[in-house]
């Protein structure tokens, strides 16, 4: 673990990380709705058409699993990532739809050690995924737990 790029000192409030990009496949999308999210709209084209998302769109809950694919692939495998106490919130502003593809980037707007377990601590992010027509497709933000590059020499 001592050579992992990304520990509790390397974040710093108001650094922004980016996340990559991605593009949205129609079978991704239907495959991920079969097991998951089984609603019209994300298994078929004519559904999500004849839907308020205007076209076959990813479920919600996919686009977190993606955002999540993106931000592993992003820092989090390679860090001292101990996991996380959960989200704060998420929201989906619009459709992600097939086709579509997206950019992730993550800000750090708080970082503080942990008061019980000397050498953790917690790093908050507001992240974004953003489509190619540069509209926010969802926000989230969520508190990380990373150790300290001393703790893991």
């Known amino acids: ?6 520990a509790l000192e390397d974040f710093e409030e ?19 709705a079969r097991e998951f999210d089984a609603q019209p709209m994300h298994l078929d084209e004519e559904a999500g058409k004849a839907s308020i998302l205007g076209g076959l769109a990813a479920s919600g809950w996919h686009t977190c699993c993606m955002f999540m694919r993106m931000m592993c692939d992003g820092f989090l495998l390679d860090s001292t990532s101990q996991g996380s106490p959960g989200l704060d919130y998420v929201r989906w502003k619009k459709p992600v739809l097939a086709g579509d593809t997206l950019t992730g980037r993550s800000t750090v707007i708080a970082k503080r050690g ?7 601590g917690f790093v908050t992010v507001q992240s ?11 926000e989230l933000q969520n ?7 001393e703790t893991v020499r």
């Not at 673990?1 to 990304?6: E, G, L, V, Y």
């Not at 108001?14 to 239907?30: F, P």
């Not at 942990?114 to 953790?120: A, F, Q, R, W, Y």
């Not at 974004?128 to 969802?138: H, S």
Request: charged share 25%.
């Open 14 to 32: 108001g650094g922004t990380i980016e996340l990559g990009a991605k593009t949205v496949t129609a079978e991704e999308i239907i495959e991920f």
């Open 128 to 138: 974004a995924l953003i489509n190619q027509r540069g509209d926010v497709v969802m």
């Open 143 to 149: 508190t990380g737990m990373f150790l300290a590059r």
């Open 1 to 6: 673990m001592t050579a992992k790029k990304w």
């Open 114 to 120: 942990s008061k019980s377990k000397p050498g953790l």
